[in-house]
């Protein structure tokens, strides 16, 4: 579920829809968690669809660290990415905001956390080398990503939190740990899906 203070707008036709702010989300709000809406799909699920329901559930979910299609119900599917993501995924099913973002600003997460299948080409962002998303880039920029997630999680009990009753139980303790105690028990590298060790269907 998205944070209840943003909403869905047309960018351009190149990008199409965003996430944006809608009141001042500040550092260390969770801005997105998984919810018991979402759909959790087995890749044998979607491989089976007809080719006008797979290809949208291909464009707008993301992968666990199982393989899983991931499918948010609402407008988190059309969070888009950025190099200079303002949302930082965690290893708690849970993204948390990295920096204030100001009403109007829109809400970008890095797609490179989110085991994309196949490399894709991004536009320019300057302050970057980087221009693709690649299926490896959580395992590369795990230790980044850490470090900015951990920062966040300083401000956790300062501010507002409508999305912290959907952590899930397994989860709840870890993230007051980062909280009260400034250190992450999990890495982002958990989440990571490694087709490698696994029998993917093709």
Same mark, same amino acid.
């Given at each position: 579920m998205m944070h209840p203070h943003t909403e869905l707008r047309y960018i351009d036709d190149k990008i199409g829809f965003g996430v944006f702010a809608t009141r001042l989300i500040p550092k260390g709000t969770i801005t997105w968690a998984l919810d018991d809406l979402d759909q959790?799909?087995?890749p044998e699920?979607?491989?089976?669809?007809?080719? +006008?329901?797979?290809k949208p559930v291909l464009k707008y979910s993301y992968r666990n660290q199982d393989g899983k299609y991931i499918l948010c119900w609402d407008n988190g599917r059309y969070v888009n990415h950025s190099f200079h993501a303002n949302c930082i995924g965690t290893a708690y099913e849970i993204e948390i905001a990295v920096? +204030?973002?100001?009403p109007g600003e829109q809400l970008t997460d890095d797609y490179g956390s989110l085991n994309v299948d196949e490399p894709f080409e991004c536009f320019p962002e300057e302050g970057t080398e980087r221009t693709r998303v690649m299926p490896g880039d959580l395992m590369q920029y795990a230790d980044v990503w850490d470090a900015q997630a951990l920062d966040a999680f300083h401000h956790y009990d300062?501010?507002?939190?409508?999305?912290?009753h959907l952590i899930r139980p397994e989860f709840q303790e870890k993230v007051q740990i980062a909280a009260k105690e400034h250190r992450l028990v999990d890495s982002i590298r958990l989440i990571?899906?490694?087709r490698n060790s696994r029998n993917e269907v093709k």
């Open positions: 959790i799909l087995d699920v979607v491989e089976a669809l007809e080719e +006008d329901r797979k920096r +204030d973002i100001h300062e501010v507002e939190q409508p999305l912290a990571y899906f490694d």
